[in-house]
Structure formats: C-alpha cells, structure tokens
C-alpha cells in the first residue's frame, strides 16, 4: 500500500511514517500535490550471484570482433 503525505506532514510524523515503511508500506512525500520523494524499505541483502546462470542463453556473433562498417565508423566522427 502506498501512502502520499505533504513535507509538512512528513516532518510533523516522521516516526510514524518509519513505522509504516518497515511494516512494508511506500510513503511518497509531495510537495504541492507533486510526488518528490518516496521511502521504502531498506533491502538488508542481495541475492548472491550465481555464475553460469546465462550459460546457453546469450549468444555472441562470431563476427563480433570485426571492424566496424565504414558508415558507422564515419557516425562516430561526427
């Protein structure tokens, strides 16, 4: 659930709004009814990273190490 409050509010209950977050709620702070900011929960910790998990999923061109064409070449000049 996503709650919205002015900065005014947000100074004024700041704990308050804390409390929300960690329960999992987004509170969006505007300023003239336009949404500057939000807070959201801190994520504590990423997933690890497996390697070979793309293994057989990306496939790169054997003529990937080839010059560039000679009108690309010339795009990068301008």
């Known amino acids: 659930m996503t709650i919205q409050v002015n900065t005014h509010e947000a100074k004024t ?3 308050k709004l804390l409390a ?3 329960e999992g ?3 969006i ?3 003239g009814g ?3 900011a939000k807070l959201v929960p801190v994520v504590e910790h990423c997933p690890k990273r497996l390697p070979g998990t793309a293994k057989n999923r990306i496939i ?8 560039l064409p000679e ?3 010339e795009e990068f000049e301008k």
Do not use: G, W
């Open 13 to 15: 209950h700041l704990s």
């Open 29 to 31: 702070i505007a300023k």
């Open 60 to 67: 790169i061109s054997p003529s990937f190490n080839d010059p």
């Open 71 to 73: 009108d690309v070449l």
């Open 20 to 22: 929300k977050v960690k």
């Open 34 to 36: 336009k949404p500057v």
């Open 25 to 27: 709620h987004e509170v």
